[in-house]
């Protein structure tokens, strides 16, 4: 059994500068072993170690589906490592440990709509599994309805997939800017308030939020005013996390770890832990 520990090695192929601000880049990795690739084996939500040698590593949640060749991890610029990432040049080694964590129960969202709320940079984990809906099974699926807000049009991530999904005639896009900017033809509005405006109906149907703490704060009582139950609430917690594999006890929400029994929980799952202002 393979040390958890011990990292893969991976190359990075391509470097995409995402947002207007150039704080969020995404970085495409390749395998340097092929056994490595068949022995990563995951699914939407979950998680891996993305390790810069000689500065550390971090957590960062998969932005690939499991459907693409390699790896995508989409990483913003607020600290040692990813300042470190950022510096990374096409061609550079980094190392990746994983997966990690509890992805989202795509065999239980089979036969259900589903509506996806992002905000910001919690878009990746997201695209992640409505990629994956729809490269391995769309058909299972009823009605998607995918929100996602950013504070203004430089900052959406995945622009050009954005695109293309706004075209398809098998799911809802809805984006959203916090306030009005010249040349803008979406909506304009907090993520709570625009979802309470196209009020999806909650009728065998699940929601799966991921957005910073203060969306999650607005956002829930909306979706509890639609009348989303608490069992078809579904959150991917962003929470900081150090060794992905619950030793450390940095991410532990009463007995819980979102490392290891998250990071994706249902609403109900977090009605039972202590209240930690998630």
Not at 46 to 65: C, N, T
Not at 112 to 123: D, E, H, Q, T
Not at 163 to 189: A, F, M, Y
Not at 220 to 228: N, Q
Request: aromatic letters at 8%; hydrophobic letters at 40%.
């Amino acid at each position: 059994m393979r040390n958890p520990f011990i990292p893969r090695l991976l190359r990075v192929e391509r470097v995409v500068i995402e947002t207007a601000d150039n704080n969020i880049k995404s970085f495409h990795l390749s395998f340097l072993m092929k056994e490595d690739e068949e022995a990563f084996s995951y699914l939407p939500g979950q998680f891996a170690e993305l390790s810069v040698f000689g500065k550390g590593e971090a957590p960062f949640g998969m932005a690939s589906s499991p459907t693409e060749p390699g790896l995508r991890f989409s990483v913003n610029k607020a600290g040692v490592v990813t300042t470190a990432l950022h510096r990374l040049e096409e061609g550079e080694m980094v190392g990746v440990r994983g997966p990690l964590g509890r992805p989202y129960p795509i065999a239980e969202l089979k036969g259900k709509n589903l509506v996806v709320v992002a905000g910001g940079f919690a878009f990746t984990t997201l695209r992640s599994l409505v990629k994956y809906i729809l490269d391995t099974a769309r058909d299972d699926f009823g009605r998607i309805d995918i929100l996602y807000g950013v504070r203004n049009p430089g900052l959406f991530l995945y622009k050009e997939e954005l695109e293309q999904w706004s075209k398809r005639d098998d799911l809802h896009l809805v984006l959203t800017i916090d306030r009005e900017v010249e040349g803008w033809e979406g909506k304009v509005g907090l993520v709570p308030n625009v979802l309470k405006e196209i009020a999806p109906n909650p009728d065998n149907t699940y929601a799966l939020v991921c957005g910073p703490p203060i969306m999650l704060k607005f956002t829930l009582p909306v979706l509890r005013e639609l009348g989303f139950p608490p069992e078809r609430t579904i959150l991917s917690l962003e929470k900081r996390m150090k060794c992905g594999v619950g030793m450390c006890g940095r991410c532990n929400i009463g007995p819980k770890f979102v490392c290891r029994d998250g990071p994706v929980f249902t609403l109900a799952e977090l009605a039972q832990l202590p209240d930690e202002g998630l």
